[in-house]
């Protein structure tokens, strides 16, 4: 994939009130717009995860796969408040010529979207063929196509909601606890809230995965051990593995994003603008999906009109939407073909 920057150099209104004075956007693409530009497949991507598509869904983006950029031309934009190019807490306030860090405010999913329609826009695309999301991404992809029901023509949401459930908000602010607790945190350093943000991340993989995935993939062998079992090993792996490659104050602020869901904010029933949606649309659920649990993805189908459901049996939870490709690809296959 190549990688590539656009800095809009106008304010952006968020959705709080706050303006930023201008927003940076990274995003990446693979292969090339056709003469008819009608191969274009946006993805918006989950918490933590990047614009370069290609390295987090092998299975489903790249040579050989569904989303082929010998034939498609494949977007992904870093989203907002993220740490991997796009304007977020990290990022030098142009103002202060500082990183932003907690000064940054707080932003939600339709601010997200704003900045994919920004780019959109810059890049003069007047057709999408297809629109893709899973959980966080999901969650874009599905406001996104309400607030530009003639953009899209495919839209595709997996383990994802209407609006952001007590349940998941629970778990992300008892991650976002976690972090409160690393005396750190509100250091103005790109370091502060490391190991808070080692505990959130155990904290949170309780949720991407299930009962089954942990009896299945940490289960001892030996039943003489009263101490260093697998799983306590597993759940610092983890956390370290996040605080490489991730920041904490876009973890945090992403975590907010998150809760702020809601597609019928401000709009009357959530049933009524999920209505609102003209693409063709399929979703897809994780059986073991304990975050995002298939009752949600159901509605969705229900409410959405041209909408299908799928639901794809896994040992992995929510995290299934990255694992199972092959079953997803299935999936997609039967729905372009219809």
């Known amino acids: 994939m190549e990688y590539h920057i656009y800095t809009h150099k106008h ?5 709080s009130g706050i303006t930023l004075p201008e927003v940076r956007i990274q995003y990446s693409t693979s292969g090339e717009r056709n003469a008819a530009d009608d191969n274009i497949i946006w993805v918006c991507h989950a918490l ?16 050989d796969y569904i989303y082929n950029p010998e034939e498609h031309f494949i977007i992904c934009a870093n989203i907002l408040s993220s740490c991997y190019g796009t304007t977020g807490p990290t990022e030098t306030n142009p103002q202060t010529n500082t990183p932003y860090f907690l000064s940054f405010p707080v932003v939600t999913i339709r601010d997200m979207v704003m900045i994919h329609d920004i780019l959109r826009t810059h890049l003069a695309i007047n057709h999408v063929n297809t629109l893709i999301g899973g959980s966080l991404g999901g969650q874009q992809a599905m406001e996104w196509a309400i607030q530009k029901p003639d953009l899209f023509a495919h839209l595709i949401l997996l383990s994802t909601n209407a609006f952001h459930s007590p349940w998941g908000i629970a778990f992300n602010e008892s991650q976002r606890m976690a972090i ?18 080692k505990t959130a991340r155990a904290i949170a993989m309780l949720s991407y995965r299930s009962y089954e995935t942990y009896v299945e993939t940490q289960s001892e ?9 697998r799983a306590i090993t597993y759940q610092h792996y983890q956390g370290d593995k996040l605080v490489k490659r991730f920041n904490c104050h876009s973890y945090w602020y992403l975590s907010k994003a998150m809760d702020s869901h809601h597609v019928g904010r401000n709009r009357g029933s ?35 009109k041209n909408a299908s459901y799928v639901g794809i049996d896994s040992l992995y939870g929510h995290d299934g939407f990255l694992t199972e490709t092959e079953k997803i690809a299935e999936a997609l296959k039967d729905f372009y073909s219809r």
């Open 11 to 15: 304010p952006v209104k968020l959705e």
């Open 48 to 63: 933590t995860a990047n614009s370069d598509v290609e390295s987090w869904w092998p299975g489903l983006v790249g040579t």
């Open 180 to 197: 409160d607790m690393d005396p750190t945190w509100k250091n103005a350093s790109l370091d502060a809230g490391r190991e808070g943000l």
């Open 221 to 229: 062998e030996d039943s003489s051990k009263v101490d260093d079992y």
């Open 270 to 304: 959530v049933e009524a603008t999920l209505a609102t949606i003209q693409a063709k649309t399929i979703v897809i659920g994780i059986s073991s999906d304990i975050l995002f649990p298939v009752c949600e993805q159901e509605f969705l189908a229900a409410h959405i």
